[in-house]
């Protein structure tokens, strides 16, 4: 019985990783986006629903891990395979930051990040954009829709995803290995 068990349950992990890899390629991130290399990607997945894939960007010289810890250059973007209500997101966006203990003093700032969020269709896709010394651009489908300067918007935002206690520790793994 326990080797059927195992059967099972490796046929179920094949299935899965099969799903993920059909997911990644429906995403269809390009290898290089705004000058920086594509260094790893992952799908969130929420209840046993692919809820989108996310993909991490990088100067060609330094790791994923190395980026984030080092406050270097760095694009996140997501591609939604569903749609999402504007205001599960930014309920789910301030949960995380208030579990990461985000600074109070970042509030008003976030509160015109958030202003500029939309429903998400499937299909869309959103990029978080941070350059040192110029800030956090959100983008949604191409589009340029918030920026500011103030670096540290930009790392707590990001840190949803790629700081302890975000969104999801999985995630976060694949994104910094």
Not at 66 to 86: C, H, M, P, S, V
Request: proline letters at 3%.
């Amino acid at each position: 019985m326990r080797h059927i068990v195992f059967c099972l349950l490796l046929m179920l992990s094949i299935t899965a990783h099969a799903n993920e890899a059909d997911r990644l390629k429906q995403a269809d991130f390009p290898a290089q986006s705004q000058e920086l290399t594509l260094k790893n990607q992952a799908v969130l997945t929420y209840l046993w629903a692919d809820v989108y894939a996310a993909a991490l960007y990088t100067p060609s010289d330094v790791s994923a891990k190395q980026a984030w810890e080092q406050k270097k250059t760095l694009r996140l973007t997501l591609y939604y395979f569903r749609g999402i209500d504007r205001n599960d997101v930014i309920k789910a966006a301030n949960t995380t930051l208030e579990r990461q203990q985000a600074s109070a003093g970042l509030k008003p700032e976030l509160e015109k990040l958030h202003a500029r969020f939309r429903d998400i269709q499937a299909g869309d896709r959103y990029a978080l954009d941070y350059r040192p010394g110029r800030g956090l651009n959100l983008e949604i489908n191409g589009q340029v829709v918030f920026s500011s300067r103030d670096d540290a918007l930009a790392r707590a935002y990001l840190g949803i995803w790629l700081a302890p206690e975000g969104l999801s520790d999985s995630l976060r793994s694949k994104l910094l290995d």
